[in-house]
């Protein structure tokens, strides 16, 4: 017969507090099939301009090649749409989504993928990665935020690591319409998510993606019929490039970061996608020619500290796509 005399003691033997916290494991599975998801959104945005540079070396020029891309991502993201079925968006929601993609969404994808040729995947994308600088000055003026000592802090290491990566251009020599054309993508990019901001976040993100898409895929085939094409007449290799960049940097790199962000919630989601300015610099420099001096390299470092700030402290809520971010980094990607 058990002594129970003395209770605590007895009851001390024994786990008394409840039943195990179940939930805890599932959670962090959650969690970490989340981040496992963005990282390889990020990751597949990351291989974007790489993949450019191959269609254009294989002879797609860049009005084909912006085609293509949103006519493979556009495909695969309505069919997705078709299969989940997610709720029908009110008719001004499917306007300002074909708008953005027609729009703000393509002049950025053409002023991104313009720039490259000129310096580089790794220099281009760290001046695209300027627009949470911009975004977070121009919701200032708006009085949609405000400024705390951290975010003031990204935006002092944002505008210095920019002045560092143009100044000390160590062995190779920038190009000043690269430069132009790489800023006017951040100023371009920085309009879309502005705009973006307004769409309803009730929308389901993957329809979203497809209306941008098809938006996109509207203005480049007027642009390729205004201009006598498309010819097509590249190597058959430009089909394996362009379609890559439409499929694994565009499709599902978007739908790998909803997916993500559905697990780990949007500012999560956002700093996580910050791997990709990292990646692509990384790819950059050890695979291809890209070539940062070290002031280049502290300066890269400043610009991706800034973006992890300003995301950390205040991420923004983005439309859609990317990047090369999306998702205020860009969560969806940046070209």
Same mark, same amino acid.
């Given at each position: 017969?058990?002594?129970?005399?003395?209770?605590?003691?007895?009851?001390?033997?024994?786990?008394?507090?409840?039943? $195990?916290?179940?939930?805890?494991?599932?959670?962090?599975?959650?969690?970490?099939?989340?981040?496992?998801?963005?990282?390889?959104?990020?990751?597949?945005?990351?291989?974007? $301009?790489?993949?450019?540079?191959?269609?254009?070396?294989?002879?797609?020029?860049?009005?084909?090649?912006?085609?293509?891309?949103?006519?493979? /991502?556009?495909?695969?993201?309505?069919?997705?749409?078709?299969?989940?079925?997610?709720?029908? @968006?009110?008719?001004?929601?499917?306007?300002?989504?074909?708008?953005?993609?027609?729009?703000?969404?393509?002049?950025?994808?053409?002023?991104?993928?313009?720039?490259?040729?000129?310096?580089? $995947?790794?220099?281009?994308?760290?001046?695209?990665?300027?627009? @949470?600088?911009?975004?977070?000055?121009?919701?200032?003026?708006?009085?949609?935020?405000?400024?705390?000592?951290?975010q003031v802090l990204a935006l002092v290491l944002a505008l210095g690591g920019v002045t560092a990566v143009l100044l000390g251009a160590g062995e190779g020599t920038l190009q000043p319409l690269g430069v132009m054309l790489g800023l006017a993508t951040a100023l371009a990019y920085s309009t879309y998510i502005l705009i973006g901001d307004a769409v309803d976040p009730a929308v389901d993100r993957t329809l979203l993606g497809a209306l941008v898409c098809s938006g996109a895929l509207v203005t480049y085939a007027v642009v390729n019929l205004a201009s006598g094409g498309p010819t097509l007449s590249f190597d058959p290799a430009g089909w394996w490039w362009a379609g890559s960049l439409g499929l694994l940097s565009t499709a599902f790199a978007l739908t790998a970061f909803f997916a993500g962000m559905r697990l780990v919630g949007a500012s999560r989601a956002s700093i996580v996608s910050c791997v990709e300015p990292v990646a692509t610099v990384l790819i950059g420099v050890s695979l291809f020619d890209d070539r940062?001096?070290?002031?280049?390299?502290?300066?890269?470092?400043?610009?991706?500290? /800034?973006?992890?700030?300003?995301?950390?402290?205040? @991420?923004?809520r983005d439309p859609q796509i990317g990047g090369q971010g999306s998702a205020g980094h860009s969560p969806e990607g940046s070209g």
């Amino acid at each position: 017969m058990v002594d129970c005399r003395n209770v605590p003691q007895c009851l001390a033997r024994y786990d008394v507090s409840g039943p $195990p916290d179940i939930g805890a494991a599932p959670e962090q599975s959650r969690q970490a099939r989340g981040i496992v998801l963005c990282t390889l959104s990020a990751l597949s945005f990351s291989v974007l $301009p790489f993949l450019a540079n191959a269609a254009y070396g294989a002879g797609v020029d860049l009005a084909e090649l912006l085609l293509i891309r949103f006519l493979f /991502a556009a495909t695969v993201l309505w069919l997705i749409v078709a299969v989940r079925r997610p709720a029908r @968006p009110r008719s001004r929601h499917v306007v300002l989504g074909l708008a953005l993609g027609g729009g703000c969404y393509a002049v950025q994808s053409a002023l991104y993928f313009a720039a490259l040729p000129y310096n580089g $995947p790794s220099l281009t994308t760290l001046l695209l990665y300027t627009f @949470p600088a911009v975004v977070f000055v121009v919701s200032l003026g708006r009085n949609r935020d405000t400024a705390s000592a951290a975010q003031v802090l990204a935006l002092v290491l944002a505008l210095g690591g920019v002045t560092a990566v143009l100044l000390g251009a160590g062995e190779g020599t920038l190009q000043p319409l690269g430069v132009m054309l790489g800023l006017a993508t951040a100023l371009a990019y920085s309009t879309y998510i502005l705009i973006g901001d307004a769409v309803d976040p009730a929308v389901d993100r993957t329809l979203l993606g497809a209306l941008v898409c098809s938006g996109a895929l509207v203005t480049y085939a007027v642009v390729n019929l205004a201009s006598g094409g498309p010819t097509l007449s590249f190597d058959p290799a430009g089909w394996w490039w362009a379609g890559s960049l439409g499929l694994l940097s565009t499709a599902f790199a978007l739908t790998a970061f909803f997916a993500g962000m559905r697990l780990v919630g949007a500012s999560r989601a956002s700093i996580v996608s910050c791997v990709e300015p990292v990646a692509t610099v990384l790819i950059g420099v050890s695979l291809f020619d890209d070539r940062l001096g070290a002031v280049q390299l502290v300066g890269a470092v400043g610009v991706v500290a /800034a973006v992890v700030l300003l995301q950390w402290r205040s @991420p923004i809520r983005d439309p859609q796509i990317g990047g090369q971010g999306s998702a205020g980094h860009s969560p969806e990607g940046s070209g």
